[in-house]
């Protein structure tokens, strides 16, 4: 009987321990802010660019509308936003985010505004390796009040695809050399620029942005 007990503990033990892996994922982040704030339209800022490339801002700002509308929220048009400002004196997105939130009310009528920085953007060149990397991170801050609402951080290389089997040390230098070149002269950041994006807004995922009020996902009760 002793033995017997040991056995059904240890299935026990098994059979919990195959489900707890084969869980679904839990949200780690805290979405009591959200729920509360209902946003329903966005004011997307234009990015503050840390990287070296002056396509950064840009490259982000004109693939943001896209995957927030998806979602189910009113965007107020980027470039509307930043010729506003633009035409007010205010060129630079540093200053443009620190702006204060009643003035971005007022001026734009959004319930939220998306604050994004860019860390990373662009092609590099090692010995036998070369890649597009887009990092970047955002901060949904609530224009009513100013709480924080939700944060998040996304990437996209061209590294996640790369093949470096074959050819050798000098079929990797030559490889390495060409993408480099295609990388220049065709732009690949852009489109990366593109995936890290809807990933940094990405619903439907640990820690992702909440559906808006005009996506048939969304959540009237949170």
Same mark, same amino acid.
């Given at each position: ?66 995957? +927030?509308?998806? #979602?189910?929220?009113?965007? *107020?048009?980027?470039? =509307?936003? $930043?010729? /506003? @400002?633009?035409?007010? %004196? !205010? ?81 990797? +230098?030559?490889? #390495?050399?060409?993408?480099? *070149?295609?990388?220049? =002269?065709? $732009?690949? /950041? @852009?489109?990366?620029? %593109? !995936? ?27």
């Amino acid at each position: 009987m002793r033995f017997s007990s040991i056995k059904a503990l240890a299935a026990a033990a098994v059979l919990a321990m195959l489900a707890t892996g084969c869980a679904k994922p839990t949200q780690s982040y805290d979405y009591t802010a959200f729920k509360r704030s209902k946003p329903a339209s966005i004011l997307v800022l234009p990015p503050v660019n840390k990287s070296p490339d002056v396509n950064a801002t840009y490259g982000m700002l004109a693939q943001m509308t896209r995957p +927030l509308a998806e #979602a189910g929220y009113y965007v *107020v048009p980027v470039a =509307l936003v $930043d010729e /506003t @400002f633009k035409r007010n %004196g !205010v060129v630079n997105p540093d200053e443009m985010q620190s702006i204060g939130i009643d003035k971005l009310r007022q001026t734009y009528g959004a319930d939220a505004a998306l604050y994004v920085e860019v860390e990373k953007y662009g092609s590099s060149y090692y010995v036998i390796g070369s890649e597009v990397t887009v990092v970047a991170s955002a901060r949904l801050v609530d224009l009513r009040n100013g709480d924080v609402l939700w944060t998040h951080r996304a990437s996209a290389s061209s590294a996640e695809q790369n093949n470096n089997s074959g050819g050798g040390l000098i079929g990797m +230098l030559v490889t #390495a050399a060409v993408k480099q *070149v295609m990388n220049t =002269l065709s $732009d690949r /950041t @852009f489109d990366y620029a %593109g !995936v890290a994006s809807n990933r940094l807004v990405a619903q439907g995922q640990p820690d992702g942005m909440l559906y808006g009020p005009r996506s048939p996902r969304y959540v009237k009760e949170q």
